[in-house]
């Protein structure tokens, strides 16, 4: 079964726009092998506190988060020009891959 995912635009305090929102389905380390495992993409950086956590990655040049508040995966994209091809893309992937 495939997430029926929709790209948001909701622009954040720090300039970035956070684009997607999926159920926090796997653990970070999980969702960090999906995320390898997509050609073009380098996981950068990972930092946790308590029960939520962020990881950094690049994709196609273009910087993005992730956080896992209320049991989600929030998406981030640095730079909210990045265009919505990537986003798209970048959603059809994780989507196929993240199961609620």
């Known amino acids: ?15 970035s726009r956070h684009f997607l929102s999926l159920p926090e389905s796997c653990s970070s380390n999980t969702l960090r092998t ?11 950086d990972m930092t946790q506190g308590g029960f939520q956590w962020w990881m950094s990655f690049q994709c196609l040049g273009w910087r993005f ?5 209320f049991g989600e ?3 981030f994209v640095e730079d ?3 265009p919505e ?13 993240l199961r609620a």
């Open 34 to 44: 999906h995320l390898e495992s997509i050609p073009g993409i380098r996981v950068c």
């Open 85 to 97: 091809e990537i986003l798209r893309c970048l959603t059809r992937r994780l989507s196929a891959s």
């Open 73 to 75: 995966f929030w998406f």
């Open 65 to 69: 988060s992730i956080n896992n508040p």
């Open 80 to 82: 909210p020009n990045c």
């Open 1 to 15: 079964m495939m997430l029926n995912a929709q790209i948001t635009t909701t622009l954040m305090k720090d300039g």
